[in-house]
């Protein structure tokens, strides 16, 4: 894998979230089922361009993990974010933030920053230490709104800290080198 292609990562530990403004009332925040299968893969599908991973995510997820969005004069999944344990090398306590999303035709509703909040949530009262994601450098959108959550550029190395700084830039924020962690956080013991 070349280096660009390896994706930005955030943290998060459990301080409580900021306050957000509401989505519009056309849509319901709730909690994912097996039903939503075939619109979240329609939707997901406008976002991405990887198979669906609803199978995944519905079965890692974090009890009371799975948010979705319905539009509700369809009844559509239109939006997503999980809270869920995925371990990863540099993430081996796993809880994570994973595939958020918002159909194309429903961005700058809200919903989507609903979504994540409503995982990120469920992530700040797991039992881990803290939380990561990753994400792309061009998905600006959902930085920004985890960047309101209080979520964590991890500056891992100097490519790291160049791209975060580009990111800021396009988000026409200001980036402080030193405020940002360079490393996971180690479990604590209890």
Not at 42 to 71: C, I, R
Request: charged share 20%.
């Amino acid at each position: 894998m070349d280096q660009k292609s390896e994706q930005l990562q955030m943290i998060r530990c459990s301080d409580p979230l900021p306050q957000i403004k509401s989505h519009s009332p056309r849509y319901l925040i709730r909690q994912g089922s097996d039903q939503d299968r075939r619109s979240f893969n329609q939707s997901f599908q406008t976002a991405f361009d990887h198979p669906s991973p609803f199978d995944k995510l519905m079965n890692n997820k974090l009890p009371s993990g799975f948010w979705v969005a319905e539009y509700k004069p369809t009844g559509s999944v239109v939006a997503s974010a999980t809270a869920g344990i995925f371990p990863m090398l540099e993430h081996s306590v796993g809880h994570s933030l994973q595939w958020v999303f918002c159909h194309k035709s429903h961005l700058g509703t809200g919903v989507g920053q609903a979504t994540i909040a409503a995982a990120t949530q469920v992530l700040i009262h797991s039992d881990a230490n803290y939380s990561y994601l990753t994400t792309d450098d061009f998905r600006l959108p959902a930085i920004d709104i985890y960047l309101k959550l209080r979520w964590k550029p991890l500056l891992i190395d100097a490519m790291h800290v160049q791209r975060w700084s580009d990111v800021f830039t396009s988000l026409d924020r200001r980036f402080v080198q030193n405020e940002w962690p360079v490393k996971s956080p180690t479990k604590s013991s209890d």
